[in-house]
């Protein structure tokens, strides 16, 4: 079972890999944001190509999933067949392109990274759109926003680091805490319900978590203010 071994080494790299895939898309999320409040621009040309660079991984990550799940398919047959290992290399190989062709580009857009890109944009908008002139009063209604918002994690009672937002009911959550609780709940065969007190949504699947980088952003800024006082 060496060869499986080397195997499963490798499946953990490639996992590692895209972690960090994921990682850099958040990055270059950011990167969009402060564009889009520098310029107050949607149409920007350098805009174009973040979200070209954001479609590209998550083409790659998808990629990453299609040969992950065809080494999954193909080990477990070699398990119950020792013969098929000898070749395990080229059933991998033959499923991994069969799962590639069966992918079409266009669902690209549907990634959660990328659909948090989009949304992330077309939110900070109003603010981006701001006069010059009013650069003051709208410091001040950011202040003001931010103090009406609640950055605590229903689950951890703790400030987010990477907050969701629940599609169905539109409440916040930690990722980490969401997925996990979730992951938890699906073992006891169990729903996740919504833990926001008074909230009646009583079964929240990963599908209906969408990143939020505007949230973030405004956790990112709500730390700074109080680091200055």
Do not use: W
Not at 162 to 181: F, G, I, S
């Amino acid at each position: 079972m060496t060869s499986l071994s080397a195997v499963n080494s490798t499946l953990a790299s490639l996992k590692t890999c895209q972690n960090d895939i994921g990682t850099g898309m958040d990055m270059v999320t950011e990167v969009a944001l402060d564009l889009v409040e520098s310029e107050g621009n949607v149409n920007s040309p350098n805009l174009k190509k973040l979200e070209e660079m954001m479609l590209e991984c998550a083409k790659l990550d998808r990629e990453i999933n299609c040969f992950v799940e065809a080494v999954d398919t193909m080990t477990a047959r070699a398990r119950q067949n020792p013969e098929a290992l000898a070749l395990l290399s080229n059933s991998v190989k033959t499923e991994f392109a069969r799962l590639k062709q069966g992918a079409s580009d266009a669902e690209l857009g549907q990634h959660a990274k990328v659909i948090a890109f989009k949304d992330g944009i077309q939110n900070s908008l109003p603010e981006a759109s701001q006069p010059e002139t009013e650069a003051a009063d709208l410091d001040e209604d950011i202040a003001l926003t931010q103090s009406q918002f609640n950055f605590t994690c229903p689950l951890t009672q703790v400030e987010m680091v990477n907050p969701v937002r629940n599609k169905k009911c539109q409440h916040y959550y930690d990722q980490e805490a969401a997925l996990t609780m979730i992951q938890t709940k699906q073992r006891s065969r169990k729903k996740f319900r919504c833990p926001v007190v008074g909230c009646d949504n009583k079964d929240v699947t990963p599908s209906d978590l969408v990143l939020d980088p505007i949230m973030k952003r405004r956790i990112q800024n709500h730390k700074r203010q109080n680091a200055k006082k």
